[in-house]
């Protein structure tokens, strides 16, 4: 079974962004990507923007998928939403929770993401292929390992369709996760997301934020090139392709790579892996 590829994108905010993405998403095409999937800011504030940059994705030929977040927000403003979307031909979504923009109470007719992943299959029944997410590393706000787990099993059985992970750079951690998810009757594909390494202190910034571990021994040798930044990228390089070679020999079923609207170093791991041979 081909090993499946897709990019996620945040909608730019600038036309200055816009025109660079364009160009980034142009290069990565070359891989042939199932889809490309585009963020959505806390409390819907990137929507505009999200569903822009969606429409310019599908407008070149490739799925397009949504990121789409339902804290603070009410039903029908999520039906007519995803009724828009619908119309657009979005045929894939990324349901989430969302988080919470500051100042605001929780409110809203959805919860957590379960709830929004039934909605949709109630409302909408087929119609979207349904991606939830995973952390593989527990998600920052849970309770313990175990009722991370429980949260991810219950939002499959509302009727996601596969799931995609929160980056990680200890493949045990993923594996583990996998095989608990299982054990507990999760019978989707659980794709690893793949945060190529560019800038280490944004890597550090982004991992604290989001409870992802930068093991120490990565974290020491990107603090020790200081703004060596070509060496940053060399050593970046040689431990994402070596993660990604490792999931690839395992059998994972793709890999969902956070490009942050770049393609130069997604496309060098890529090339490496030899899932790009023709592009120089």
């Known amino acids: 079974m081909a090993l499946s590829l897709s990019f996620e994108f945040f909608p730019p905010k600038t036309p200055e962004g816009a025109a660079k993405l364009r160009a980034a998403r142009q290069r ?40 789409f977040s339902c804290i603070g927000a009410t039903r029908e403003r999520v039906r007519a939403q995803l009724a828009q979307l619908q119309a657009m031909g979005v045929k894939r979504l990324v349901a989430l929770r969302g988080d919470l923009p500051s100042g605001y109470g929780l409110g ?9 992943v039934a909605f949709i299959r109630a409302e909408f029944g087929d119609a979207f292929h349904i991606e939830v997410a995973a952390y593989p590393e527990m998600h920052p706000q849970a309770r313990s390992p175990q009722a991370d787990l429980q949260a991810f099993a219950e939002k499959v059985r509302a009727g996601a369709d596969s ?30 997301g793949i945060m190529p390494i560019t800038n280490a202190s944004q890597l550090l910034r982004f991992s604290d934020a989001c409870g992802a571990e930068v093991p ?24 994402v392709t070596d993660l990604c070679d ?7 079923p793709g890999l969902h790579f956070y490009t942050m609207n770049q393609a130069d170093t997604t496309l060098a791991i890529l090339q490496r892996l030899d899932l790009l041979p023709d592009v120089a």
């Open 108 to 116: 809203g007719a959805f919860t957590y993401a379960r709830d929004l």
């Open 163 to 192: 799931a995609i992970t929160q980056y990680f750079f200890n493949t045990d951690a993923y594996f583990r996760f996998v095989d608990d998810a299982y054990a507990l009757g999760v019978d989707v594909p659980i794709v690893p």
């Open 246 to 252: 490792q999931l690839r020999t395992a059998g994972v």
């Open 216 to 239: 120490r021994w990565i974290r020491l040798r990107l603090q020790s090139y200081g703004d060596d930044v070509a060496s940053i990228r060399a050593f970046g390089l040689d431990v």
């Open 28 to 67: 990565l095409y070359a891989a042939r990507p199932d889809f490309c999937s585009v963020t959505y800011g806390a409390g819907g504030s990137t929507q505009e923007g999200t569903f822009a940059t969606v429409a310019e994705i599908l407008a070149e030929g490739v799925s397009a998928a949504a990121h």
